[in-house]
């Protein structure tokens, strides 16, 4: 999935929170599951990169916490679990710094019936985040997610300052549909 037409905004900042343009490459690049025996390649390096990929071996499974670890680790912040937890999507509690109000770029942790999700802030409207992540409709993509669902808003840490695009974003719902559930 190319970047939305309601998006493009984005693409006038300039400079982006790294983890939010190492996610446009990922839109870019339109990560897509691959139904049956045979996997993504672009989704089983997320595994690698992410330092997965012995225990992650298909599509099928899935990847949202594997993308935003690939995410983390490509835009050179700590991820500070291993293993298993990498695939756990409640495992970004523990990411960055917590903070209250979620801005361009911080990781949205989301409960839903089974588990969990996790992705990236890029906007809000009245009832929902538009977060971008993997595992949404299986795919990465720009999703909405209601706010009722979040668990936790966390930061990542900025070694030179945060930069100046990390602003809460609110944009008009624009008719998307509402993510119910990401597996």
């Known amino acids: 999935m190319k970047l939305p037409k309601q998006y493009e905004w984005l693409l006038s900042i300039p400079v982006l929170p790294k983890m939010v343009a190492e996610g ?34 298909n599509d099928d499974t899935p ?7 690939a995410i983390a680790l490509r835009a050179g912040k700590e991820v500070p679990f291993s293993g298993w937890d990498r695939l756990r999507a409640a495992s970004f509690l523990k990411f960055g710094i917590e903070v209250i109000t979620p801005v361009l770029g911080d990781t949205l942790v989301f409960t839903r019936q089974g588990g969990g999700h996790v992705g990236i802030y890029i906007a809000e409207d009245e009832t929902t985040y538009h977060v971008m992540g993997g595992n949404q409709g299986n795919r990465y993509c720009i999703t909405r997610i209601l706010k009722s669902r979040l668990s936790g808003v966390r930061r990542p840490v900025y070694q030179s300052g ?12 624009n008719g998307a549909p509402i993510s119910k559930n990401e597996s």
């Open 63 to 69: 990847w949202c916490a594997v993308a935003q670890t």
């Open 162 to 173: 945060q930069p100046e695009s990390a602003i809460a974003r609110f944009v008009s719902p």
């Open 24 to 57: 446009l490459k990922l839109l870019d690049q339109e990560t897509t599951e691959i139904s049956g025996a045979k996997s993504n390649p672009v989704i089983l390096k997320l595994a690698k990169d992410a330092g997965v990929s012995d225990i992650y071996k």
